[in-house]
């Protein structure tokens, strides 16, 4: 059987060091093959991004580039309609087959909110989804909406090896390292001309520079 492939949808706006950690120990936690990053296009639950689609597919190909583990995957900055995951995924095991184990990558705080997703439940016949712990969200029953509680419950396996034993359906929960970053922090830093380095990829900070991103935030 192939090795599971990881698959981690964000908005990336701008990516940075916490959503790099959380692909290359989910690889090493979970028994991954890779990991396929999927900027979405139009998200559909948030205020739109101030940089274009385009421009956040660009930072998430320099971050990612010379990690052979890692693809980039553009298809929903190239559709015309809003990315809804479950349309992703759909598309992806036409791609790859009923039979390839797929892994939707997410951290705590977007797992939290997984039933206000577009067709929530149909993502566990489509993927596993694989929590990975964030600061300030606990990964814990008490701490989910009811309805998300009891498929966490009924679906939580302990192993990580129960993702090579089916395509889809199984929760699993990893610890990486706790990085207290976020886009929404890395935005304002320079809104304010403050320094974001080390937060995120030189590479992706000289883009942001050259392109004289995230101005105003
Ligand atoms: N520091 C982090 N640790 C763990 N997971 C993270 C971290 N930052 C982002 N993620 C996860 O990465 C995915 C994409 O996140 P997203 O692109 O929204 O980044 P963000 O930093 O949360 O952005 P914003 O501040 O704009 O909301 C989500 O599943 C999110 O939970
Ligand atoms: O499909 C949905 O309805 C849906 C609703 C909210 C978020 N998502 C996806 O969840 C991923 C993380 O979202 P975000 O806002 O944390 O970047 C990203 O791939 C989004 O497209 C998907």
Same mark, same amino acid.
């Given at each position: 059987?192939?090795?599971?492939?990881?698959?981690?949808?964000?908005?990336?706006?701008?990516?940075?060091?916490?959503?790099?950690?959380?692909?290359?120990?989910?690889?090493?936690?979970?028994?991954?093959?890779?990991?396929?990053?999927?900027?979405?296009?139009?998200?559909?639950?948030?205020?739109?991004?101030?940089?274009?689609?385009?421009?956040?597919?660009?930072?998430?190909?320099?971050?990612?580039?010379?990690?052979?583990?890692?693809?980039?995957?553009?298809?929903?900055?190239?559709?015309?309609?809003?990315?809804?995951?479950?349309?992703?995924?759909?598309?992806?095991?036409?791609?790859?087959?009923?039979?390839?184990?797929?892994?939707?990558?997410?951290? &705590? #705080? !977007?797992? /939290?909110?997984?039933? +206000?997703?577009?067709?929530?439940?149909?993502? @566990? *016949?489509?993927?596993?989804? %694989?929590?990975?712990?964030?600061?300030?969200?606990?990964?814990?029953?008490?701490?989910?909406?009811?309805?998300?509680?009891?498929?966490?419950?009924?679906?939580?396996? &302990? #192993? !990580?090896? /129960?993702?090579?034993? +089916?395509?889809?359906?199984?929760?699993?929960? @990893? *610890?990486?390292?706790?990085? %207290?970053?976020?886009?929404?922090?890395?935005?304002?830093?320079?809104?304010?001309?403050?320094?974001?380095?080390?937060?995120?990829?030189?590479?992706?900070?000289?883009?942001?520079?050259?392109?004289?991103?995230?101005?105003?935030?």
């Amino acid at each position: 059987m192939s090795e599971p492939l990881g698959l981690f949808g964000g908005t990336f706006d701008p990516v940075h060091y916490g959503h790099l950690r959380l692909a290359e120990e989910a690889i090493a936690h979970l028994g991954l093959g890779g990991v396929r990053w999927i900027p979405a296009g139009q998200p559909p639950h948030r205020e739109a991004p101030q940089v274009t689609a385009a421009q956040r597919l660009a930072m998430v190909h320099r971050a990612t580039a010379g990690n052979p583990r890692f693809s980039v995957d553009a298809s929903e900055v190239e559709a015309s309609a809003p990315s809804y995951t479950v349309h992703t995924l759909e598309r992806l095991r036409r791609e790859l087959g009923d039979r390839q184990q797929l892994v939707l990558l997410v951290g &705590a #705080d !977007a797992f /939290a909110g997984l039933p +206000g997703w577009h067709r929530w439940r149909d993502i @566990f *016949a489509l993927a596993h989804v %694989a929590v990975s712990h964030r600061p300030g969200f606990p990964v814990e029953t008490a701490s989910l909406p009811l309805e998300l509680a009891d498929e966490f419950n009924a679906r939580r396996q &302990a #192993d !990580a090896s /129960a993702l090579q034993a +089916g395509p889809a359906g199984a929760i699993v929960t @990893f *610890a990486m390292t706790q990085l %207290a970053i976020s886009a929404t922090q890395v935005r304002k830093l320079l809104a304010n001309d403050l320094s974001a380095r080390y937060l995120l990829p030189d590479d992706v900070l000289d883009y942001i520079q050259i392109h004289s991103l995230y101005r105003n935030a």
